[in-house]
């Protein structure tokens, strides 16, 4: 009986230090977690405050030339998302749904998800054609010639 209960009671206490060990791990770790997951919410958060500004507060900010530069930057870099996304597409021969974003195969008419009507017109215009140049004449020779046929 006493060796049992001997037995039994090392074993729990081999549990509880084994667990506790594993507790103050466990803590650690889930500290880390939690740290990791509130960081990430609060940038979340500042990402979409930011959002909302960029969206919908842009006017009432339009005197603060910080912002206003950082609002400039975004947009240049939103085109250019949107030009590097076209080019991957193309050259992925897919296109992007209008409405919902799901991509599809070039040439399928209505979008798999959705059902929107898909621009197939994008196909040709994907192969770009080399335009001819038209040279621009200066503003001041366009200015001239006006003139000149007024004058007749
Ligand atoms: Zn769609």
Redo the contacts with the bound molecule.
Sequence with gaps: MGFIDDVVVNAKSAAEIVGKTAGKIVDVSKLKINSAEVNADIKEEFEALGRYVYENARVFHSDDVEMAAKMARIDVLKEQASSIQKELLDKQNKTS?P??G?MSPVGVSF?S??G?KLDTKDVAEAAPQEQPKTEEKPAEEKAAEDTNSTEE
């Design positions: 749904c409405s919902c799901k979008c998800v959705c929107t």
